[in-house]
């Protein structure tokens, strides 16, 4: 399973004293890390590290987005959380939202018999009806609950470059809340002609409250984690061999 491009809302208390505490951190970067862009107004501050990987900090929530599927991952955004703890000093941090892009190769399929055996298995349509319509393709979304999460995924089969395209242009799917994408054709490389593509997003219904990087840290892992879990379940049970239609 790959990782794509993804985004992780913590949510706190209103800063009030954001203006003010603002500035404060963009002397703090300035002093104690090497942001290659940044972008200041009165509403939001935002900094890359790296190209495509970029935190966005508001009065009321941080966003850590990856816009290239970087090898790191927002994991280069780290020493951020520094500076956002110390200048920002947010209260009653929570991890909110996480929407993450998975895809998985399907070898030895072609893309139209996989997309005509993926939307018969959804469907239950295994033959043509009676007029000779027969289900070529099919996008399904589906919710997944826990005790505290709810996950959220649209699935489908794609090609190379329409797997681009859903990564760099989010909004085409169902699913919001990734960050537009900057995926370049060289991260293709390597990749069978037929994918399956899953899509997910995770919300908490009793988020924990967190005071600390390390707790901030291990809830974009958990996110993850859950986002990865449905989209191995669902990669697991679509397009075995029996669902070949001949």
Known sequence: MRRWTAAYTFRYSPIISFERRRLAL??????????????DDSHEVGFSLTRGVRIRIDRRSVTLEDSIAAKDGVESLWPMLDGLLEIMEPRDIEMAFASVAWSRNLRGWSYGAATQALAAQVTGLR??????????????????????????????????PELRDRLNNPDVGKIKGRPGGEVDKSALEGLSDTLLFVDTTSRSYRAELLSDK???QAAVHEFEAATREVADAIVATALTEKEIVK
């Not at 996008?139 to 995924?153: G, R």
């Open 214 to 216: 390390a707790g901030m």
């Open 26 to 39: 963009l002397d703090w970067v300035e002093r104690s890390v090497d942001p290659i862009s940044f972008r």
């Open 127 to 160: 033959g043509p009806l009676p007029s000779g319509i027969t289900a070529t393709d099919v996008a399904p979304l589906v919710d997944f609950t826990s005790d505290n999460l709810v996950v959220q995924a649209e699935y489908g089969v794609v090609s190379p």
